[in-house]
Structures are given as structure tokens and as C-alpha cells.
């Protein structure tokens, strides 16, 4: 699922986005998986950098570096962590917004010990001199210091101990192909199914010291996106519940009366994901519509419909993007307890039967 636009206001507000503020990291950290067995799902992504950090440890050598791919919330942070914790060292972390020149990366670069790892989240947003600067350090160990200006300057290369570079992206594509060919492994991190979500809940209801019954935490899975970072949200949310109205126990009352509240319906779907299909459904009778006049009649900016609420539609599959707007299918229907309209769904189909996916390209 695409981040929602770092200046969009709404998607921090919303209880089921899969991006977080630095409150939410904080609240997540006593949340963490500490080490690699401790980790709830993405199985193939656990088995493959568990032989690459064993064979390193066996070698006592640094293990390659590190591409991390996939929607927001899913756990790319913590597997940063515990790939630290793995080879025993510690995690030095910045992001890519964070380093705009050369000159500021080289700074992290050199003050690295030997073994440490350089976590860089949303590395696709590293700007291009300093993307040049992370190509020789990772390859080559060096960086290359300027000194002086002008035609009297020189460079005067430093030399790095070894390191791990991790990096975290959301957009993979957006990587160029000389950085993202310097990295020994990447893993792909998928969302998770109902059933490695209820794990995750179980898990942090007990480190939370809150009591939960099988089926609120299958209640609230159900509800997560196939996202951790939302199944985490959610039961804080239903244990606040719990103790303010209930008993203090999690049971599928607590859990269902909490999400009411908070208006997340037994899909995942909140308001604005519900004013969307509405609006397509009741008052343009299934679609097509183009993006600018549903987002008006939402009362959202276009960007932020596109980008916080359509994703998720898409992939649920809700809502269809074509060539001529965006069109309900007879699943939105169902779900909002409709009846559609004699060939709504095929009225807003190209001839072709080609459909833009949730990134706008055709497929």
C-alpha cells in the first residue's frame, strides 16, 4: 500500500493507516520481537536472512547488506533491529529525507565501528549525491573526503571499517538500479493473513499485560489490513475499552463494541474508506467517475482519496481504477447491503477489459 503523502493531515488521524509518528514508534517499542524466532510471519524473508546472518556469524565477518522491500507496517524496522541484535552489535538510524547532502551522510559513515549497522529508512528518498557517496562506501569501504574548493580542491579518500547497511523502502522501483544491485540480499515483505495477525495480537496483548480471548484477537485481525502496525493500534484501542466500559478482558464484546466506536467496520474499512464506496455507489450509481469529482463529493482532496483511501479499496478489490474513473465493483455493493443497478459493473468497463491497478498503470 502506498504511504500516504507526508503532508497529507488526515492520514495521521486515521486508526487503520499504516504509517506512524514518532508517539506511535514509541508506543510500538515495548512491542518489538527481540530476536529472529520471535518474529510473527513473513517465513520465507525469516529463513533466508537467518542463513545470511548465521553464515556471516560463522565467518566473523559482516554479512552483506541488506534491502528491505514492502508496504508500510509490516516490520521492516524491527527486522533492522534484530539484525543488529543477531550479530551482536548496535544500529546506528537515519532516513533518507534526513540526508540531503553528501557531506551529511559521509559524517555517519565515518564515525561507524567495525561490524555496526547503518539502518536507512525510506532509502528511496536519498538524494543523488549522497546516493553516489553510499555506492563507493558500500562496495568499496571508502569514502572519499573533499578538501578545499574550487580547481584547488582534492579528494582524499578515508577508509571504512567493515559495515552492514540496511535500508527500508515502501517503493522499491524508485531505487536506482547501482544502489539497489549493491545489496547482497533483499527481502520482500508481504502482508500478513488473518491467522499470523492473531499470533501478533496474542503477543502483545501479553506484553501489554491485558487479558484476550481467541476470538476478540481473531475479531481484531480481521480487521487489521493484513498489518501489524494496525493489529497493534486496534487492540490498544479495545483494551482502552476494555478497561474504561468493560470488565478490563478482551473478550469479542470489548473487541467489536471498541472498533464501533472507532468506526472500523468487520473488513477494516473506516469513514473515509466507507464515504468512498458510498459516494460511488449511491450517488453515481456504481461509476465510472473520474478522481476529482469523487474526492469533492467526500469532501477530501483529491491526493488524499488517491492515495489513503484507494489503495487499500483496490487490493480488497472494492473499487477498480479504468480508463474512464474509478468504478464500484459488485463486492462494494454487497458490502455496503445494496442491490446494484442492472450491468453497473460492466457499464464502467473498457471494451479492452483493461483495468488500472492501485499505482495507476494498466494491468
Not at 161 to 178: C, D, I, N, Y
Request: aromatic share 4%; net charge negative; glycine share 10%.
Amino acid at each position: 500500500m502506498p504511504e500516504p503523502a507526508d503532508h497529507e493531515p488526515y492520514a495521521g488521524e486515521r486508526l487503520v493507516t499504516a504509517s506512524a509518528d514518532d508517539v506511535e514508534r514509541a508506543a510500538e517499542a515495548a512491542l518489538r520481537p527481540k530476536k529472529l524466532e520471535e518474529f510473527v510471519g513473513q517465513r520465507t524473508v525469516r529463513d533466508q536472512l537467518s542463513l545470511v546472518l548465521q553464515a556471516a556469524l560463522a565467518r566473523e565477518a559482516s554479512p552483506d547488506h541488506v534491502l528491505l522491500s514492502g508496504p508500510p507496517g509490516l516490520g521492516k524496522t524491527t527486522l533492522a533491529m534484530i539484525i543488529a541484535a543477531e550479530l551482536g552489535t548496535s544500529l546506528r538510524v537515519t532516513s533518507g529525507p534526513a540526508i540531503q547532502h553528501a557531506g551529511d551522510l559521509a559524517a555517519v559513515l565515518s564515525s561507524l565501528e567495525e561490524g555496526e549497522v547503518l539502518f536507512i529508512d525510506e532509502i528511496h528518498r536519498l538524494a543523488r549525491p549522497a546516493e553516489e557517496l553510499l555506492y563507493v562506501a558500500m562496495e568499496d569501504f571508502r569514502v572519499d573526503v573533499v578538501v578545499g574548493k574550487g580547481a584547488g580542491a582534492s579528494a582524499i579518500p578515508l577508509a571504512l571499517p567493515p559495515f552492514t547497511v540496511v535500508g527500508a523502502t515502501t517503493r522499491s522501483g524508485l531505487l536506482p538500479a547501482p544502489l539497489r544491485d549493491r545489496f547482497g540480499f533483499t527481502g520482500h515483505l508481504d502482508f500478513y493473513d488473518p491467522e499470523e495477525l492473531e499470533r501478533v495480537i496474542v503477543r502483545s496483548a501479553g506484553l501489554l499485560g491485558v487479558q484476550i480471548h481467541h476470538a476478540a484477537a481473531h475479531e481484531i485481525a480481521g480487521r487489521s489490513r493484513g498489518t501489524p502496525r494496525i493489529a497493534n493500534r486496534l487492540l490498544r484501542r479495545v483494551r482502552d475499552w476494555a478497561q474504561v466500559r468493560g470488565d478490563g478482558v478482551l473478550d469479542l464484546r470489548a473487541a467489536r463494541a471498541a472498533l464501533e466506536v472507532y468506526e472500523v467496520d468487520p473488513i477494516g474499512l473506516d469513514r473515509l474508506d466507507r464515504a468512498v464506496l458510498d459516494a460511488l455507489c449511491r450517488r453515481f450509481g456504481g461509476g465510472p467517475v473520474g478522481l476529482s469529482t469523487l474526492a469533492m463529493t467526500v469532501g477530501e482532496e483529491p491526493d488524499t482519496v488517491e492515495t489513503v483511501a484507494e489503495p487499500y479499496l483496490v487490493r480488497e478489490g472494492l473499487v477498480a481504477r479504468t480508463p474512464r474513473g474509478r468504478v464500484a465493483t459488485p463486492a462494494a455493493w454487497e458490502h455496503l447491503g445494496l442491490e446494484p443497478p442492472q450491468g453497473a459493473w460492466a457499464a464502467g468497463l473498457p471494451s479492452s477489459g483493461t483495468l488500472f491497478d492501485a499505482a495507476g498503470g494498466t494491468g
